[in-house]
Nanobody, 127 residues
Framework: QVQLVESGGGLVQAGGSLRLSCAASARTFSVYGMGWFRRAPGKEREFVAS???????TYHSDSVKGRFTISRDNKNTVYLQMNSLKPEDTAVYYCAAQYRYRDYVSRVQVIDEYDYWGQGTQVTVSS
């Protein structure tokens, strides 16, 4: 069982930055690929970014590429650095963990393939 706790959300003006954190309780954090997803009001949950077990491979959605960066450390935490925020980035952001056999990130992300989810953290970007 893996517990994930997100933090770092808040209210920010357009063009600003936020850094989200996700702390994992897993003993063997290194076997899990990690992902960030978001759900905007009235929309379905969508993929934002993912990182492989070692951190060597990352993949970002086109909507955030060049603005957001996913990373992880060896202390059971994954991060999402969000720069140049736009009002359309407003959403609840979720951290997720996926047990993977290979140290890479699939370019076809399937939400249901993630095994564990956090409760989410709200990000609001004002115009």
């Amino acid at each position: 069982q893996v517990q994930l706790v997100e933090s770092g959300g808040g209210l920010v003006q357009a063009g600003g930055s936020l850094r989200l954190s996700c702390a994992a309780s897993a003993r063997t954090f290194s076997v899990y690929g990690m992902g960030w997803f978001r759900r905007a009001p009235g929309k379905e949950r969508e993929f934002v970014a993912s990182i492989s077990q070692s951190g060597a491979d990352t993949y970002h959605s086109d909507s955030v590429k060049g603005r957001f960066t996913i990373s992880r450390d060896n202390k059971n935490t994954v991060y999402l650095q969000m720069n140049s925020l736009k009002p359309e980035d407003t959403a609840v952001y979720y951290c997720a963990a996926q047990y993977r056999y290979r140290d890479y990130v699939s370019r076809v992300q399937v939400i249901d393939e993630y095994d564990y989810w956090g409760q989410g953290t709200q990000v609001t970007v004002s115009s």
